[in-house]
């Protein structure tokens, strides 16, 4: 893997899986699938919230998908989704290990 890849950890305060598997099935193209450019996806509960990793090839990966899918779907609403924005942390990758 190109050492360009990029992180991101989105963390939604109060969510739960049910707002996940609604979330993920409006921006995601299919069960078991991820998003063009996207090499990595892990959801799970953590404290307080829900916790979402992605890795993808590159920054423009990344931002071709919150910028074209993610976004304007989250802001057209998505029945059953998260209630809210979540608390964003991107990490410009320095390795990534299968």
Do not use: C, N
């Not at 049910?18 to 078991?32: C, N, R």
């Not at 996207?38 to 990793?53: D, E, K, L, N, R």
């Amino acid at each position: 893997m190109a050492s360009t890849a990029y992180g991101v950890v989105h963390f939604f305060p109060g969510g739960t899986k049910e707002q996940y598997e609604a979330s993920i099935a409006a921006v995601h193209p299919g069960e078991g699938r991820l998003p063009e450019g996207q090499v990595f996806h892990a959801g799970g509960a953590s404290a307080g919230g829900w916790t979402i990793m992605a890795v993808h090839e590159s920054k423009e990966s990344w931002e071709k998908f919150r910028d074209g899918i993610l976004m304007p779907r989250m802001q057209a609403g998505i029945e059953g989704g998260f209630a809210s924005p979540p608390e964003e942390t991107v990490v410009d990758l320095y390795k990534v290990m299968p």
